[in-house]
């Protein structure tokens, strides 16, 4: 009987034991799926956070032009696709290309008064609403009339001929053959074009002796750059002067350009040509 019992009793403890066991692997299971439920939560939480974080970025980040032109009911396909384009290349211009619709058969009065005992070379941007959507070369000069802006900011400031502005300055080229549809301006505008319009003009080799010499001589120079920080293809600038041995800029496409100083090298090795004027 003892024996028997002692069998029972053992038969008991280790059906504890199993039940024991189960319970404990029971309870790791619902563990395990309390956890993964957990994290499916969190990945599912961090999923639809991180959409609408990308899409209130991309609210955001929509492109004003498309906020502009719902708002004035103006339709998308208004915009020249090369305006849109200049846009994403440059968010300066935002307010340019938004108000195309509405101002690009405006020929406004282009007072530049202020400018005529210019100390030093006047900015002038090719897409200032008050020549920018004048026509160039087959485009607006808000994308073409980099040269005629470039030549304007010289001629204004070697003359202080405020009448030389920008939109006249690309009227000339038309009229004198010096505005290409589709490409622009050509070298011959800076050279010939600029003899004609009263200017002292002589084309010098890219090196940098030379272009420091005329820059502390006080003689503005117009570049044409080449692919890099300026361009894609190609863009004329002013070279204005020289800051604590760097170079000063007018870049008639970038307020933000201009506004900073240039290490001279890294500026010519982008260049192509480089005209001086003088007196």
């Known amino acids: 009987m003892i024996r028997e019992n002692n069998t029972l ?21 619902r563990a395990r799926r309390r956890k993964r439920k957990v994290w499916r939560i969190r990945g599912l939480l961090l999923l639809f956070g991180c959409l609408l974080f990308l899409g209130g970025v ?21 915009y020249p ?9 440059n968010n300066e211009t935002e307010t340019f290309v ?4 509405l101002k690009k058969e405006e020929e406004p009065e282009i007072d530049l008064s202020d400018l005529s005992s210019a100390s030093e070379v006047p900015l002038l941007l090719q897409w200032d609403q008050r020549w920018g959507y004048h026509r160039y070369a087959g485009e607006v000069m808000g994308l073409s009339g980099c040269g005629p802006t470039a030549l304007s900011m010289v001629a204004i400031f070697m003359t202080g001929d405020i009448t030389k502005n920008p939109r006249w300055v690309a009227d000339f080229a ?12 050509a070298w011959s505008l800076m050279l010939e074009g600029a003899r004609q319009i009263g200017l002292s003009s002589k084309e010098i080799p890219v090196e940098r002796e030379r272009v420091e010499n005329n820059l502390q001589a006080g003689n503005p120079i117009i570049a044409l750059m080449g692919p890099g920080e300026f361009t894609s293809n190609g863009h004329f600038i002013v070279l204005t002067g020289l800051q604590n041995g760097r170079l000063k800029i007018n870049d ?9 100083t240039w290490d001279i090298d890294q500026v010519l090795e982008q260049t192509k040509a480089v005209w001086v004027y003088y007196k």
């Open 9 to 29: 009793e053992w038969q008991e403890i280790a059906e504890q034991k199993r039940m024991t066991q189960r319970r404990i692997i029971q309870r790791r299971e």
């Open 58 to 78: 991309r609210r955001f980040r929509q492109n004003p032009i498309q906020r502009y032109a719902k708002a004035n009911g103006i339709s998308m396909d208004q």
């Open 81 to 89: 696709e090369e305006l849109l384009s200049l846009y994403e290349r």
């Open 98 to 101: 938004e108000e195309y619709p």
């Open 174 to 185: 038309s009229q004198n053959g010096y505005a290409v549809d589709g490409s622009g301006t």
């Open 252 to 260: 008639p496409n970038s307020r933000k350009n201009s506004e900073k």
